[in-house]
Structures are given as structure tokens and as C-alpha cells.
């Protein structure tokens, strides 16, 4: 199944500059977060409408979220294309944002799954508190790594525990502990996708070619960055905070302390791997016999979230 999230038509023709806007921002993604909810559908037996209304509340949420995050942030790229707040103003850019935002509670609302609409709201709010809490840490140079998993858990893990739970609300009949299982699973492949992702500011097995130091040029250290500050003398945390080349920072460090440093950070993460396969074993449990192909499925995601293995 060929997921389509975005046509033309879900906006209406009207308002030309915000289907443009929408053009340009869903152009280029790879769908992740859809696709994912699509693996887990698929080993459920659920209806390709609803499907399709999963796939796309979460792409509509997680865009939304990347119009208004590049503005916060200031970041001029999004997906190689100028940031919809430099090319179509700040203003529609916030506007864009919500509208898609609106657009899922309407679409939820006409579904009249009142469990999946509670839900997408919590984690929606979740988004956004997120979001509040990152933004005061800029700046920030003695943030510590639990103040940067409360932003990931809220952040970036919230999408990934909606994708693989909200297939579940769907379907109904579930325990508890399955649902609890999920919550689990999810927040873990968060926290690995935002540590590889916080890696890959630093050029780390960066396979997209993204721009590297984003985050420290907006003055924002993220877990890497809070991983190698806790070794760095105070002379060497005042150069880190002027650094705008990975090359600079390698001098700084040394490229050999430099590797052993990620060397050290990938061994600390194996925990949540590893974590991640506990649960994944409690999961195939609890579920129904003909729902355990699953497991083999998401056993997988570890692997390509954090190491970036195809």
C-alpha cells in the first residue's frame, strides 16, 4: 500500500499561498512516521481508511511541528528547500503550522474514535511542552542529560509512541499492559532516534549529508554536545561554544579523543537497545498468536533509528 497523506485537496483552493507552502514543505520527507504506522497496521488487519487518517494526522502533526521548530530555531533549510518562515514569512509560517494542527482534530473528530482523538491531543500538548522547555535551554551551557531526555521524551518520542500505539486504538480489545508495552517501546525508539539524531549534527554517520552543527550554532548542546562538555576543561567549553566547523572541534578535542568520545557515547546508548529488546520479548507475551509477526517487525527499528542501518 502506497500511502498518499497530502493532496491538494484536503485545503482548500482558496488560500493559493498556503497550498504552495504545503508543497514545498511535504515534498522531500521520507515518511518515516507513516510508513511505521503502516508496518504495525498491516500485522493487525486494519482498514486502509483508517490507515490513511493515521498517516496522516501524524505527518500533519509532525510538519506542523517543523514549521514552527525551524522558526524558533532560526534554520534557514528545511528538507534542502529555503524554511517556509524565510520564503513565505514568519507570520505563515506560524499560520501553516496551526492550520495543520486544526486540520487533525477535525479529521479525528469525524472519525469518532473518541480514545484516539484524547490521545493525539495529549500527545499534541506534549509537542508543545516540549518545545517551551528546549527553547528556554538555549544557551544553556550546563544543561544536563535529564533535562534533555524530558525534552526527547515529549518531543520526538511522543510521535513514535502515537505510530506505534494508535493502531492498537484503533483496532480496540487491548490490555493494559499491551498498550503500556507500546508506550515503553516507543519512548525507547525516541530516545535512540534523537541521540542518532544528535549525532549526526556532528557528522556522525550523517549518510543524508545534512548540514552539521546546527544545533550549536543556535547555541543549543544536545546530548552529544552534553556528552563531550562534561569531559572538557572550562577553556575548552569557552572555544566549544564558538565553534562553527566540525573541523575546529575535531582540532579542539583531538580526532582521536574525538572518536573515542562517540566510541564511548554509542556504547552508553546500547543500554536502551537493549531495553528496547526486554520489551519487544514482554510484548510477544501478551499478544494474540496471529499478531506476533510483529515482533519481527519492530525488532528491527532499533537497529535502523540509531545506527542508521537500512
Known amino acids: 500500500m502506497n500511502i498518499s497523506v497530502y493532496d491538494k485537496r484536503d485545503f482548500p483552493p482558496y488560500l493559493p499561498k498556503l ?78 503550522g496551526d492550520y495543520l494542527l486544526a486540520r487533525v482534530m477535525v479529521n479525528l473528530s469525524r472519525h469518532g474514535n473518541l480514545e484516539l482523538l484524547q490521545y493525539t491531543s495529549e500527545m499534541i500538548s506534549d509537542l508543545l511542552e516540549g518545545e517551551w522547555i528546549q527553547d528556554s535551554l538555549i544557551k544553556d551551557w550546563g544543561v544536563n542529560q535529564t533535562q534533555l531526555d524530558q525534552v526527547h521524551k515529549l518531543k520526538t518520542a511522543s510521535l513514535f509512541k502515537w505510530c506505534i500505539r494508535s493502531p492498537f486504538i484503533c483496532k480496540g480489545g487491548y490490555s493494559k499492559q499491551v498498550h ?19 549525532l549526526l549534527d556532528y557528522g556522525i554517520r550523517n549518510y543524508e549529508n545534512k548540514a552539521v552543527l546546527g544545533d550549536l550554532k543556535s547555541g543549543y548542546v544536545n546530548s552529544f554536545g552534553c556528552f563531550l562538555i562534561k569531559t572538557m576543561t572550562p577553556s575548552q567549553v569557552t572555544q566549544f561554544k564558538k565553534i562553527i566547523q566540525i573541523e575546529d572541534l575535531h582540532e579542539l578535542l583531538g580526532k582521536e579523543v574525538f572518536d573515542k568520545k562517540v566510541a564511548e557515547f554509542d556504547e552508553s546508548n546500547k543500554q536502551y537497545i537493549e531495553l528496547y529488546k526486554h520489551h519487544l520479548q514482554i510484548l510477544l507475551n501478551v499478544l494474540p498468536e496471529h499478531e506476533k509477526s510483529l515482533i519481527l517487525d519492530l525488532e528491527k527499528l532499533s537497529d535502523v533509528l540509531y545506527w542508521r542501518k537500512a
Open 180 to 198: 503500556d508495552e507500546l508506550e515503553e517501546l516507543g519512548c525507547l525508539l525516541g530516545l535512540l532516534f534523537q541521540r542518532s539524531d544528535d
Open 19 to 96: 497550498n504552495a507552502l504545503y508543497g514545498d514543505l511535504f515534498s522531500g520527507g521520507k515518511g518515516f512516521r507513516s510508513k511505521l504506522i503502516e508496518r504495525v497496521s498491516g500485522h493487525l488487519k486494519i482498514d486502509k481508511k483508517q490507515i490513511h487518517l493515521m498517516a496522516q494526522t501524524i505527518e500533519f502533526i509532525h510538519n506542523a511541528s517543523l514549521l514552527h521548530d525551524d522558526l524558533i530555531d532560526r534554520s534557514h533549510l528545511r528538507r534542502s528547500k529555503p524554511a517556509a518562515w524565510l520564503k513565505y514569512t514568519p507570520e505563515y509560517a506560524v499560520l501553516a
